[in-house]
């Protein structure tokens, strides 16, 4: 029988968004890079869609949707070497005390690894809290590294799980002007940042006015999902929706684009957000990289995470011609320097994950937040998403088959129960909160 040492490693991957989900599993990739991925969706408001899924053109070796509890119970059972939670933090500490549970009878389990998809910018000690308990806290660069152990350190937990690596997904052709194209101009857009109608349409407008006055450029607004989707934050005003009220409409070298953000920098010569981690994608590859200033520069916007980056510019800017280039002390700390040091990014994570996974086994999942230093915050918490007070399912993850026939009937209105809620949630639910505005 194969020992537990052996390649490839059988490595689960949990994730909430489409965005958590490429985050994941090309962390799994980087990890382990020939193991088998095993991907698992959880079932929520905002459970990637086939396009989204496609989009981001991770391949796994089996996928499924799940809820909490069947996922516990699924990684209490199989045996995988490696667990991935790419989750938000609630969801991730909920996890944490459902998988003690599932494991606690067991003579080894796996690896557990969670991490942060982007930028940390906002709840760095409740987001951290939440995923302290994995064997492995993954930070995106060194400065990430030090905040985390800080925190850590700071309420008297063990810190030695966080482990500095770069996001996963950097890389791609390094930037260099081709005169065989035209200048392109991308403004990444975010789902929620800002999160009102009247500076998504300021933002729009600009980026419209931009492609009026360089009628030479080509000016791409880049989505993430189209309407009715959901992404890893709700989206209420979709820019869609605003350009399609504009007066006069879009110029010809403006359009909207969806795709693989990578595909889309292939093509870019500046890329323009407010915080999106795109702007970290196009840093790496060395692009010409604005982060606006028109908001402001707030932490509500996380605009505020890029002080000393060299890349804070205003559309008025760059309507005069101001190409930003980004300070390399600040590149090189945020874990996105293009000097090729990204290739070694990944080694310690590596090799932490393979001799944990190596052990004969690992002590219990121990979480910070317990029901003895949380009492009034944890049972809630893990409530919310499916498990009590003592990590276990608040309903059985997998009852009994009944026949086939009344199995498919039961699995065609949980289906369509699926749907109906979804629905809610990602169409009526914004239109009410809206009206409840006027």
């Known amino acids: 029988m ?33 193991g088998r991925l095993h991907g698992h969706l959880l079932r929520g408001r905002a459970t990637p869609t086939v396009r989204q899924l496609t989009e981001v053109g991770v391949r796994a070796d089996s996928l499924r949707e799940v809820t909490g509890g069947a996922f516990a119970a699924a990684a209490g059972r199989d045996r995988y070497d490696v667990v991935v939670l790419a989750c938000v933090g609630g969801a991730v500490q909920a996890l944490l005390h459902g998988l003690r549970h599932a494991w606690r009878d067991a003579p080894h389990r796996p690896v557990v690894v969670t991490g942060y998809v982007g930028v940390v910018y906002e709840k760095l000690a409740d987001g951290l809290l939440l995923r302290h308990g994995a064997d492995v806290v993954l930070a995106n660069s060194r400065h990430d590294a030090e905040r985390f152990r800080a925190v850590y ?14 996001l996963p997904f950097l890389g791609g052709t390094p930037y260099a002007p081709d005169a065989r194209r035209p200048f392109t101009v991308v403004f990444a857009a975010q789902p929620s940042v800002p999160d009102n109608r009247a500076d998504r349409r300021h933002l729009l407008e600009r980026a419209v006015r931009h492609a009026r006055a360089h009628p030479g450029r080509e000016v791409l607004i880049k989505l993430r999902s189209r309407p009715g989707e959901h992404t890893t934050h709700i989206e209420e005003l979709p820019y869609q929706k605003l350009a399609a009220r504009l007066p006069g409409g879009l110029p010809p070298n403006c359009r909207l684009v ?181």
């Open 2 to 34: 194969p020992s537990r040492t052996e390649f490839p490693r059988r490595v689960a991957v949990l994730a909430d968004s489409d965005t958590r989900w490429k985050w994941g599993a090309l962390t799994a990739h980087r990890l382990a890079p020939d």
């Open 153 to 166: 350190e700071g309420v008297g937990a063990p810190a030695d799980a966080v482990t500095e690596c770069a």
């Open 258 to 438: 969806y795709g693989h953000m990578g595909e889309v920098l292939d093509r870019t010569d500046l890329l323009v957000t407010v915080s999106s981690t795109a702007a970290l994608e196009a840093l790496h590859r060395g692009i010409p990289t604005a982060v606006l200033t028109d908001l402001g520069i707030r932490e509500p916007l996380g605009n505020h995470h890029f002080l000393g980056s060299g890349c804070l510019a205003s559309w008025d800017d760059l309507d005069a011609g101001h190409l930003p280039r980004a300070d390399p002390a600040w590149a090189d700390r945020q874990g996105v320097a293009a000097d090729g040091s990204y290739a070694r990014a990944f080694d310690a994570a590596r090799a932490r994950v393979a001799e944990l996974a190596d052990l004969p086994a690992l002590p219990p999942v121990n979480p910070y937040y317990s029901v003895h230093t949380a009492p009034g915050y944890l049972p809630g918490l893990l409530a919310r998403h499916g498990f009590d007070p003592q990590g276990r399912p608040l309903r059985d993850p997998s009852p009994p088959r009944r026949g086939a026939v009344r199995e498919a009937v039961r699995g065609a209105l949980r289906d369509a129960a699926r749907g109906a809620y979804r629905h809610g949630v990602q169409r009526v639910a914004p239109v009410v909160r809206r009206l409840g505005e006027l």
